[in-house]
């Protein structure tokens, strides 16, 4: 029983990170250039259960089977697939087509990457982003875009170096979101199914366990 318990709870912190997940997708649905990200679940190895109530001297050890004690997070996938590409007008905004980042200069020179061309001019008459970081002249890309580590506000790092390229940019126009709204609210809704059904059980493990404290009390 507590190991039943201990499986559900594993699965209900599964389901509430895929919550998070797909509210974070679901907010940035308009965000330019943002990349939508899936959770990989995978259920876990079985393990051998026994125990030692064998024997007249309940000490002999038993072979019980196999127990699964749930799901595990296997990786955070982040799907890079270009948005849709909309005309904006503004000389300001710019979309790569195809492949490669804008390379970012942050405050602490930390060097960041983005899908999201939504800039504007500071009072230097230089490119920056709306939270004012620097936009450097160059296309940045990498062969494994898993490698990248999201900073949040469509900026990722890499410990992998980048190699430039010669990108084709749009100027006047802005990468949608890559969110597929449909999608996501389907997601939710089977997230939400989960959630019900994992509660359930535990309610039925609850009243189980309180039936046994109970019976063994009145023994």
């Known amino acids: 029983m507590i190991r039943s318990l201990y499986t559900v709870n594993r699965n209900m912190n ?15 649905v308009n965000t330019p250039g943002y990349k939508f990200q899936d959770i990989v679940q995978s259920t876990m190895e079985s393990q051998e259960m026994i125990n030692y109530a064998g ?7 038993q072979v019980l089977g196999e ?8 990786e955070i996938y982040k799907n890079f697939e270009q948005g849709i590409l909309q005309e904006t007008g503004n000389p300001q ?22 899908r999201n061309g939504n800039f504007k001019l500071n009072d230097n008459n230089e ?6 970081y620097l936009v450097l002249d160059e296309i940045s ?9 999201s900073m949040g506000n469509t900026l990722f790092t890499s410990d992998e170096a980048p190699f430039v ?3 084709e940019v749009k100027q ?3 990468e949608s979101s890559n969110v597929v709204i449909v999608d996501e609210l389907v997601r939710m809704i089977e997230i939400s199914r989960e959630f019900e059904a994992n509660q359930k059980l535990l309610h039925a493990a609850d009243e189980t366990l309180s039936k046994a404290v109970n019976e063994v009390g009145r023994v």
Request: charged content about 25%.
């Open 141 to 149: 890309d990498f062969a494994d875009y898993q490698n990248l580590t």
């Open 93 to 114: 905004d710019y979309a790569i087509v195809g492949n490669g980042f804008f390379t970012i200069q942050m405050d602490d020179d930390t060097i960041a990457y983005t």
């Open 67 to 74: 127990f699964v004690y749930g799901n595990e997070i296997d």
């Open 55 to 61: 024997g007249k001297d309940a000490n002999r050890r």
């Open 14 to 28: 599964i389901l509430q990170k895929k919550q998070e997940n797909t509210s974070a997708n679901i907010t940035n």
């Open 172 to 174: 006047g126009f802005l």
């Open 165 to 167: 390229i010669e990108g």
């Open 127 to 132: 490119l920056v982003t709306m939270d004012g």
